[in-house]
């Protein structure tokens, strides 16, 4: 069985998420608590119809809502970086410490590609640095 998600004891994701015990991928993440994907208590989780364990809390596990499970969705948002320059800081500071810790990496490795094209001015390991201390 894959590793879990989540298996700090200091992480915000609820104890009985599902993230705790399934791999990144192995659930799906709503906005909400919903009648849609109601709580068993067999186990304590919430499931879709057809089974698959579902997160309604996307802030405390970092992964915007999605089908992850029951669709294949893509775990990794995709960067889109500001317009303006002076709001790309608090982009990058908001996604990055929101992000999931598995989809981290790969948010940095988007941000180091496209912020030369869009930002050519900008020094993008210190942009990061700024973003994710």
Known sequence: MAEAFVTSDEHPACGICP??????GGFDVAERPSREFPFSPADGHRYTAA????CVHPEKVGMP??????DGAPLVPELRL???ITDLD???RGLMHSAAPGVLEQLIDQA???IPQAFPEVDVVQVLRRALG
């Open 19 to 24: 993230s705790r015990r399934f791999p990144l």
């Open 51 to 54: 089974g698959v364990p579902v």
């Open 65 to 70: 809502p999605g089908s992850y499970a029951t």
């Open 82 to 84: 500001p317009n303006d």
């Open 90 to 92: 608090h982009y990058l």
């Open 112 to 114: 180091v590609q496209q």
